[in-house]
């Protein structure tokens, strides 16, 4: 249970995996995984090295020190990490945490830290955090910008609104789901800043190795020399992973990915008797855990270069997922199985991240928005009718993507059509259900749902926390605020503002000009509209929507000097984002609006940040 009183997190709603059926509605690849994936409990991988598998999407490790516990990842929430703590501490004796380590700077690997250490004793220097250079920015940055797209978005790659059985949500392929509970986070005070690093806590030797640019923008792996160790973080899974996240993220390069494995492999793969990692099970004997790392290694330059081989004769973007083929003797193998990712949407994502997204063909170059183009459509192929009659004839032959072809076609142009709204979620599931990829087969039975019931009333699932809140920068937040500035509103204003905020020596000159807000650290205007000075400690509640500005500015926390009405220009021009937008036509959003004050920050979207 979540201290909030809801479930956190429930292992026994997908008991029907274990009952011994094959179910039509799920690819066979997947089931298997998904049944791989209901081992939970605790495990030893070696004498002195545990981990706790299926309390959380990630593995929870524990590392056996001369006096307690040093922990790799400690789960995406305080409830679940804090359950694992005193799970393994029944079963093989109670220990302190003497260290924590984040492999990286995503929130199934670190949210829960507050259930596993204090932050008194981090302060302190009691208990060392550790984690990779970037960590604090990349842990908060990546999901800000376009947070309110991504949480919306997450409700397809994630499956929040499916129930789990056969017909729903079966598996996220590297774990069973995402736990719902209180995320947090601790600053680390330990930053492993080389490429190759050794540190030894409590007895326990570790070389870290800084993977930048792979499955996370901060990452690294970690080797134990005395145990012949490897840590793969979630470089190195029970699948291949993504590229590209569904949910909206910049595209990974996975050329970078598979030289950081390929050095791992020669710094410590030749070496290592057990490889272990943030997801799915362990790897033991080296002669299997060179062919895990060669093949692994393998699938994803093979991605890149197999990818751009093809770019390179002419095959597009909206070619490439219908040419592409990983090498059969990595098809046969079920780690290099793209279960996260897929091998669809993975390879339009290296194209993307070369040539963009443009397929070089003029007419799509600046093509009408589906809502405008529909209706010709429809108009030449004979009407609703004729089209549904033609979707139910394909869709009868199987022949489920020719159907959606012109019934998502029917849907643009006739939005209150719900015949045609039906049957083109009819099409989506049984797509859905061919699929190997859970965030793939996710995202087509969302979309059926909310085709066949609109977005359902109710607020939005809690992504992160104040500690997120207080993590990101101030740099970050006012960026954030230039995205949410309607730039209709604001045109013709021009105005400046000085922002200090004196606790941590901060400095920014805040403009509004051609109806854009910028800001710039480390600058001040001469002659300033409005000099705003503010705590950042203050800010922070002001960014939480604890207090407004107009309040801090009333009782003196909040010192101004100038035209104070320039504050009430620029909240004038603010947008509150509605995470209940519209995906799919007819479905518009009944979701309970939720009231944020003016400066409120959203809360970065950090769950599925995988």
């Known amino acids: 249970m979540a201290d909030a009183g809801h479930v956190a997190w429930s292992m026994g709603k997908y008991n029907f995996l274990l009952e011994d059926k094959e179910y039509k509605s799920i690819h066979p690849s997947l089931q298997r995984q998904a049944v791989l994936n209901m081992n939970y409990g605790?495990?030893?991988?070696?004498?002195?090295?545990?981990?706790?598998?299926?309390?959380?999407?990630?593995?929870?490790?524990?590392?056996?020190?001369?006096?307690?516990?040093?922990?790799?990842?400690?789960?995406?929430?305080?409830?679940?990490?804090?359950?694992?703590?005193?799970?393994i501490n029944e079963q093989l004796g109670e220990r302190p945490v003497v260290a924590v380590v984040y492999s990286h700077s995503h929130a199934d690997h670190f949210g829960g830290v507050r259930g596993v250490v204090d932050e008194a004793d981090v302060k302190s220097g009691k208990v060392k955090i550790i984690a990779p250079v970037g960590f604090m920015h990349n842990a908060v940055?990546?999901?800000?910008?376009?947070?309110?797209?991504?949480?919306?978005?997450?409700?397809?790659?994630?499956?929040?609104?499916?129930?789990?059985?056969?017909h729903g949500h079966v598996d996220q392929s590297i774990g069973k789901n995402t736990?719902?509970?209180?995320?947090?986070?601790?600053?680390?005070?330990?930053?492993?800043?080389?490429?190759?690093?050794?540190?030894?806590?409590?007895?326990?030797?570790?070389?870290?190795?800084?993977?930048?640019?792979?499955?996370?923008?901060?990452?690294?792996?970690?080797?134990?020399p005395d145990m012949k160790a490897f840590w793969a973080a979630e470089n190195i899974v029970g699948t291949i992973h993504n590229i590209y996240t569904l949910r909206g993220a910049l595209v990974r390069d996975a050329l970078e990915w598979s030289k950081k494995i390929n050095e791992a492999l020669y710094l410590f793969g030749k070496d290592a008797e057990v490889m272990f990692a943030s997801h799915s099970w362990p790897r033991w004997g080296n002669k299997r855990i060179q062919e895990v790392m060669k093949g692994q290694r393998d699938t994803y330059a093979n991605l890149n270069n197999g990818v751009l081989h093809l770019a390179n004769q002419g095959v597009t973007i909206n070619e490439i997922h219908n040419v592409y083929k990983v090498p059969e003797s990595l098809q046969n193998k079920w780690f290099a199985r793209s279960y996260h990712g897929s091998?669809?949407?993975?390879?339009?994502?290296?194209?993307?991240?070369?040539?963009?997204?443009?397929?070089?063909?003029?007419?799509?170059?600046?093509?009408?928005?589906?809502?405008?183009?529909?209706?010709?459509?429809v108009?030449?192929?004979?009407?609703?009718?004729?089209?549904?009659?033609?979707?139910?004839?394909?869709?009868?032959?199987?022949?489920?993507?020719?159907?959606?072809?012109?019934?998502?076609?029917?849907?643009?142009?006739?939005?209150?059509?719900?015949?045609?709204?039906?049957?083109?979620?009819?099409?989506?599931?049984?797509?859905g259900y061919q699929q190997e990829s859970p965030s793939v087969r996710n995202s087509f039975l969302a979309g059926a749902f909310e085709l066949r019931n609109g977005i359902p009333k109710?607020?939005?699932?809690?992504?992160?926390?104040?500690d997120i809140i207080r993590a990101m920068t101030t740099e970050l937040w006012l960026e954030y605020l230039g995205i949410r500035v309607n730039s209709k509103k604001a045109e013709g204003m021009a105005f400046t503002i000085n922002l200090i905020t004196p606790d941590n020596g901060e400095k920014f000159i805040v403009e509004m000009s051609n109806a854009t807000l910028t800001a710039l650290e480390g600058f001040q205007s001469k002659n300033p509209d409005l000099t705003l000075t503010i705590n950042r400690s203050d800010l922070d509640l002001v960014m939480m929507g604890v207090k407004t500005m107009d309040e801090m500015?009333?009782?003196?926390?909040?010192?101004?000097?100038?035209?104070?009405?320039?504050?009430?220009?620029?909240?004038?021009?603010?947008?509150?984002?509605?995470?209940?937008?519209?995906?799919?036509?007819?479905?518009?959003?009944?979701?309970?609006?939720?009231?944020?004050?003016?400066?409120?920050?959203?809360?970065?979207?950090?769950?599925?940040?995988?």
């Not at 326990?204 to 792996?221: C, D, L, R, S, Y």
Request: proline content about 6%.
């Open 458 to 466: 109710g607020a939005s699932p809690k992504a992160s926390g104040p």
């Open 343 to 377: 091998v669809e949407h993975n390879s339009r994502a290296v194209i993307n991240r070369y040539l963009g997204y443009w397929d070089a063909n003029p007419a799509t170059l600046i093509p009408l928005s589906p809502d405008v183009s529909a209706p010709l459509y």
């Open 141 to 166: 940055a990546e999901n800000v910008h376009a947070g309110n797209a991504m949480t919306r978005r997450m409700f397809y790659q994630y499956g929040v609104l499916l129930p789990a059985d056969p």
């Open 379 to 431: 108009e030449m192929m004979g009407g609703a009718e004729k089209i549904m009659n033609k979707g139910q004839e394909l869709y009868n032959q199987g022949k489920y993507k020719y159907a959606v072809e012109i019934l998502n076609k029917l849907v643009y142009a006739e939005p209150q059509n719900q015949k045609g709204k039906d049957l083109l979620a009819d099409c989506y599931e049984q797509i």
């Open 553 to 610: 500015i009333k009782d003196g926390t909040a010192k101004t000097e100038g035209d104070i009405s320039v504050i009430e220009k620029l909240k004038s021009t603010l947008t509150q984002f509605d995470m209940g937008f519209e995906i799919l036509p007819g479905t518009i959003s009944k979701m309970k609006e939720i009231k944020k004050k003016p400066f409120q920050q959203d809360e970065p979207s950090l769950i599925g940040a995988e």
């Open 179 to 224: 736990a719902a509970g209180d995320l947090g986070l601790i600053e680390p005070n330990v930053i492993v800043k080389k490429d190759i690093e050794e540190i030894t806590v409590d007895g326990i030797k570790m070389v870290f190795q800084n993977t930048p640019g792979t499955e996370a923008p901060a990452e690294m792996n970690t080797y134990f």
């Open 42 to 87: 605790l495990y030893e991988v070696i004498p002195g090295i545990y981990q706790i598998r299926g309390y959380d999407l990630a593995n929870i490790s524990f590392i056996k020190g001369k006096t307690g516990w040093i922990v790799f990842d400690p789960l995406t929430c305080k409830e679940t990490a804090r359950a694992a703590l005193k799970f």
